[in-house]
């Protein structure tokens, strides 16, 4: 089944320390991609998108992903987190063929301890 | 800023009843949806809406239906609510992105409904 898998559901992470959220989806042909993130409390709110262009995308916070077409992966990073990144990342994949409906994976907590 | 709201954040019902979750949208945006979200599952389309009174069923929409009467304003209807639909329901709406097509941008979320059934 076409699908979206991220593959850390939980992670736990100390301070400075580098980030990396794995995104794998199984669509072939044109994808909108996105991280999406929700703090404890919050809205679930855009971290990053990518339509076309540079495969290497910034987004806020100090977060970034690559889009690798041969791979279907759009891994996000960051180089040091803090305290403060502790959330539910989310990536998902809007498949052209697919129209309006957009793929959610599974959600990646992350924990940073101070 | 965009605002999405929803017309609860706590709703407790029991088995049976008919439920209606409301969520309105600002910015004039074309198409709206709703999502349960469960821990481990992610975020699951019920729903969504690319026009007034137009809807399109997602990946579980059993157990669902929807309204949308006006542009700003999409409903979910529960008909009669069990247990197994105790979850987080989200709102979100959004634009079309004008150079891809029938493609979705961004959605912005409204704060979510916890629904739990009795």
């Known amino acids: 089944a076409q699908s979206v898998s991220q593959h850390n559901h939980h992670v736990i992470l100390s301070e400075a320390a580098s980030l990396e959220l794995g995104c794998n989806y199984s669509?072939?042909?044109?994808?909108?991609l996105f991280w999406y993130v929700q703090y404890p409390g919050q809205h679930l709110q855009l971290l990053l998108k990518y339509f076309s262009g540079d495969p290497l995308v910034k987004g806020i916070k100090g977060f970034e992903a690559e889009f690798i077409k041969s791979k279907f992966s759009f891994n996000l990073r960051k180089p040091s987190v803090q305290w403060s990144d502790t959330a539910e990342y989310f990536c998902?994949?809007?498949?052209?063929?697919?129209?309006?409906?957009?793929?959610f994976g599974a959600g990646t907590r992350l924990f940073v301890k101070a | 800023d965009v605002k999405v709201t929803q017309s609860s954040r706590y709703l407790v019902k029991r088995t049976g009843e008919k439920v209606f979750l409301e969520c309105v949208q600002d910015m004039d945006h074309e198409n709206m949806f709703w999502y349960r979200q469960d821990p481990g599952l992610g975020l699951r389309l019920i729903y969504f809406?690319?026009?007034?009174?137009?809807?399109e069923k997602g990946d579980i929409p059993e157990g669902y239906s929807v309204s949308r009467e006006k542009k700003e304003r999409f409903s979910l209807i529960l008909e009669s609510a069990s247990t197994n639909q105790t979850s987080m329901y989200l709102c979100?709406?959004?634009?079309?992105?004008?150079?891809?097509?029938?493609?979705?941008?961004?959605?912005?979320f409204g704060p979510g409904t916890r629904l739990t059934v009795l």
């Open positions: 979100a709406s959004t634009e079309i992105p004008g150079l891809a097509g029938l493609t979705t941008d961004t959605q912005y």
């Open positions: 809406s690319y026009d007034v009174k137009m809807k």
């Open positions: 669509y072939g042909g044109t994808v909108n």
């Open positions: 998902a994949v809007n498949p052209h063929a697919g129209g309006f409906k957009t793929i």
